[in-house]
């Protein structure tokens, strides 16, 4: 069992581990990155994001890969557990100047073999629309940034929708947008649409329809990340300011909230059946929140540092039916709990896209698969730390809980990233996901403190206006409470194996069907053969 110190054995990186499934092997043939394949210096730059979409080709061979690094942003065939990566012949390759992409998004309602659309956000708050296939460029969004002058943390296009996309900046606001329409050569001015507790939403107000369609202030600090439900009626955000806010996202309604232990909320995803969210952040716990219930049923812990990305892997995570789950206090939902391997793409409407339509991508398409959002600040100084952990899936009775952290951690240390293969909390041994975390120093809460307190200074806008209620939550306040129960107050969840798999902070995972996808802030993207499916292959 892995503990801080580790020694030698435990800083070595890994290339496969066993799981209950198998043997994950990684595939250094399918290693994308740049060209030259020379680590990528990432100190102060902006995450590695990776975005998949499949164009559906009759060849058998419809995955295309994209990712940035720097300034530069490359758009590659992804041949998977199949073939070795040729990184001589990038489709497309960008390079940019005065700005770094920071995050990307593939329609797959549109996306053919001759065409595709990509959304991309960058640092200093553009959004742009290319299309890597005709290596056009269609349309440059708040190209003045008359709209927002913070970096864009997050963009998606709209469940449903092949002209709506969302956008989340580090000045804590949201914007939806239509392709279709014009930005103005004004800044826009607002209307308030609807109000409440730590968020506003706003109409843009002019005499023709201009983008942003509506404008979204929530919270304090940087808006992180968001994710829409799998049947795209619900959006999950979380903020710098260490909450999770779900809303109804065409009634603009709240439903309900949930704060961190401490620090900030960096990542979020849904669980395929859209009952539970997933959330990590500078707490170092990986948070289960009930979205039927409104309240956290579960937290997973054994991280030394930041978590960084969260997300489920569905194609090995299922609970049996009339296999109850024992957690404290009753949560009857979850008895027919996440039968994670279904076509999510049928529920996937929204109203908003004034259409009836389903959405034809494949099952568990790749883009959508969540690639979350690293820390919206500067990583710790000497920030390393490239642990993967993997809570969940049946195991055996715990083990004794020696060898960990003193509110009993059962995994390796953020910094270290070595492998435990422990129990998870009883009761919940079925609840599985995957996490990806920084590293911090040992001082790490005093280091968060002072980052946190700073918050983004920045971030006030001058286009922000002073109608979110500012009611400032004391954390002291909200623990022991439904907003963040203290930790013997709910199941624990232990990582069941802990690997060490970059020297950089990992910043992407994954899950696809044959493999696993990983990327770390030196620009490596590495694919982790599943037990099985890893075949001899001619480069």
Not at 45 to 59: A, C, G, I, K
Not at 208 to 220: A, C, D, F, I, Q
Not at 245 to 270: A, I, K, Q
Not at 420 to 432: M, Y
Request: hydrophobic residues 30%.
């Amino acid at each position: 069992m892995a503990t801080e110190g580790g020694g030698k054995e435990m800083n070595e990186i890994k290339t496969q581990f066993t799981t209950r499934e198998g043997l994950y092997k990684l595939l250094p043939h399918s290693e994308y990155s740049r060209p030259n394949r020379v680590p990528f210096n990432s100190q102060g730059s902006n995450p590695v994001r990776v975005s998949f979409v499949n164009l559906n080709d009759q060849s058998g061979n419809g995955d295309r890969l994209c990712f940035n690094v720097g300034r530069e942003l490359y758009f590659y065939i992804y041949k998977g557990v199949r073939k070795a990566a040729d990184l001589s012949k990038p489709i497309d390759k960008r390079i940019y100047k005065g700005t770094q992409p920071t995050c990307h998004d593939f329609s797959h309602l549109t996306a053919t073999a001759e065409s595709v659309s990509l959304l991309v956000g960058f640092s200093a708050g553009q959004v742009q629309l290319i299309d890597p296939i005709k290596k056009e460029t269609s349309k440059l969004f708040n190209e003045e940034r008359l709209i927002d002058k913070s970096r864009v943390t997050c963009v998606k296009w709209v469940p449903g929708s092949e002209s709506l996309f969302l956008v989340a900046h580090s000045s804590g606001n949201m914007y939806l947008y239509n392709v279709e329409h014009t930005c103005g050569t004004t800044a826009p001015h607002y209307q308030l649409l609807k109000q409440g507790e730590s968020f506003a939403v706003h109409t843009c107000k002019s005499k023709s329809t201009r983008n942003p369609l509506l404008k979204w202030t929530v919270g304090e600090g940087a808006l992180n990340e968001f994710a829409f439900s799998p049947d795209g009626k619900f959006l999950a955000c979380v903020s710098q300011d260490g909450f999770l806010r779900v809303f109804n996202f065409d009634s603009v309604e709240p439903h309900g909230t949930m704060r961190s232990y401490f620090g900030g909320l960096l990542c979020v995803c849904w669980s395929p059946d859209g009952k539970y969210i997933v959330t990590g952040g500078e707490d170092d716990l990986v948070t289960v929140w009930s979205f039927v219930d409104c309240r956290v049923i579960a937290r997973g812990q054994g991280h030394k540092s930041w978590v960084s990305v969260v997300a489920f892997d569905p194609y090995t995570t299922s609970v049996d039916e009339g296999d109850p789950m024992e957690f404290s206090g009753s949560d009857e939902d979850f008895q027919d709990l996440l039968h994670f391997g279904r076509d999510r793409a049928n529920s996937t409407q929204s109203r908003l896209s004034k259409r009836n339509s389903t959405d034809s991508r494949p099952p568990l398409s790749r883009a959508r698969t969540h690639t979350n959002v690293m820390n919206a600040m500067s990583p710790p100084a000497g920030s390393n730390g490239s642990n993967v952990t993997a809570p969940g899936g049946p195991v055996p009775p715990p083990l004794p809980r020696s060898n960990s952290l003193p509110h009993s951690a059962g995994s390796s240390a953020g910094s270290k990233s070595s492998v435990t293969d422990g129990a998870i909390a009883s009761g919940v041994s079925k609840f599985a996901t995957l996490s990806l975390h920084d590293r911090k120093e040992r001082h790490h809460e005093k280091e968060h403190k002072r980052n946190h307190s700073m918050g983004h200074i920045s971030s006030k806008s001058s286009d922000k206006l002073n109608l979110v209620t500012k009611t400032k939550t004391d954390p002291a306040k909200t623990l022991g409470t439904a907003l963040c129960p203290r930790m013997e107050d709910v199941p624990l969840l232990e990582p069941l194996i802990c690997k060490k798999i970059a020297h950089e902070r990992l910043t992407v995972l994954i899950f696809l069907e044959d493999c696993i996808v990983t990327a770390c802030q030196e620009g490596f993207i590495c694919t982790w053969g599943r037990p099985g499916k890893v075949v001899s292959f001619n480069p």
